[in-house]
């Protein structure tokens, strides 16, 4: 298993300013060794753990950014949900967040062929008024992020040694 090697000091002041900061140096750390891009050969390399954190950051910045309609317009639709990501999630104990996942695949499955297929600005900004029935899952993501992100940084810092080595 590949595992990032980071400092003990730089993990213990970045989870002195809070898990967003000690969540981004470990993201920061796993993305630089994968090359910034998880790519096939990388899938293969990591752990479930590694990956599910991947999925959780895309699934955020995606979410937080423009909703599930950008997440699945922007090619991460089946990373997310063809993708044992929800029951990944549950695992680490955001249940509320593997339920809304599980239900918005739905819609991924009934509508992602047309929201990914290559378009112009305007005919994108069109597909979150054509899309809507997104908006709940987005309202509810935006809601509910804070915790979960809290939640995911917790199981991280429980199970440090699935992600990344540190050294002293």
């Known amino acids: 298993m590949n ?8 993990l213990i002041e970045a989870a002195s300013h809070g898990a967003d900061e000690f969540l981004d140096v470990v993201l920061k750390s796993l993305r630089d060794m994968i090359g910034g891009e998880l790519t096939a050969e990388w899938l293969q390399k990591l752990n479930a753990d590694q990956i ?9 910045d995606e979410v ?3 909703g599930f309609v950008q997440l699945i317009h922007n090619g991460y639709g089946a990373f997310i949900f063809r993708n044992p990501t929800a029951k990944a999630l549950k695992g680490w104990g955001l249940d509320d967040l593997a339920k809304l996942i599980k239900k918005c695949y739905k819609l991924y499955m009934e509508y992602h062929e047309e929201i990914e297929r290559d378009c112009s600005d305007d005919e994108f900004m069109a597909l979150f008024e054509r899309f809507s029935k997104f908006d709940d899952f987005d309202d509810d993501f935006v809601e509910n992020e804070e915790e979960w992100t809290s939640m995911v940084a917790y199981y991280v810092d429980e199970h440090l040694d699935e992600f990344v080595e540190v050294k002293s």
């Open 3 to 10: 595992k990032p090697v980071i400092d003990e000091h730089i």
């Open 64 to 66: 937080m950014d423009g």
């Open 52 to 60: 599910t954190l991947l999925a959780y950051q895309t699934l955020r």
